[in-house]
């Protein structure tokens, strides 16, 4: 899960809240350019067919920066809401484990530790060392 989250937080490069001020300055833009356009042809600066092209262009570069929002946005929330289904799963599996792990054999206690690379090592204060898949190195009481 954490791996996936990584990979929806590099989906986009950057800090998200710059990016998402940058996308949302580009749109503010366009609607200033909007005005400024019509001005211009209201002036006589310019003919309807010129401040037609410049509203289209306007238009497209609007639409393109909402997209990129939107994208944005909806990144965050699914890093978010990835977040969330990860800490209920541990939530709802911690509950369950040391009760699994009382009913199984010995053998197989030592096969699942295998796999997780569980290592225990006692040390002269009397407490143990273990590392593995899921900790770092980090003292137990005996």
């Known amino acids: 899960m954490d791996r996936l989250i990584a990979e929806e937080r590099n989906t986009k490069r950057g800090n998200p809240e710059r990016e998402a001020q940058a ?8 609607a200033r350019l909007r005005s400024a356009y019509q001005d211009q042809q209201a002036a006589g600066l310019m ?3 010129e401040l037609g092209s410049k509203l289209r262009e306007l238009d497209e570069a609007r639409l393109y920066a909402e997209r990129e929002l939107a994208a944005l946005k909806d990144s965050q929330t699914r890093v978010k809401e990835l977040e969330s289904d990860r ?3 541990l939530e709802s599996l911690s509950g369950q484990i040391p009760e699994e792990l009382d009913r199984i054999t010995g053998e197989d206690r030592n096969a699942i530790y295998r796999m997780l690379q569980v290592e225990i090592t006692p040390t002269p204060e009397g407490f143990y060392e273990v590392t593995g898949a899921f900790c770092a190195a980090e003292p137990l009481s005996a």
Request: with cysteine.
């Open 23 to 30: 996308w949302a300055d580009e749109i503010a833009k366009c």
């Open 47 to 49: 003919t309807f067919e």
């Open 87 to 89: 800490d209920a799963l």
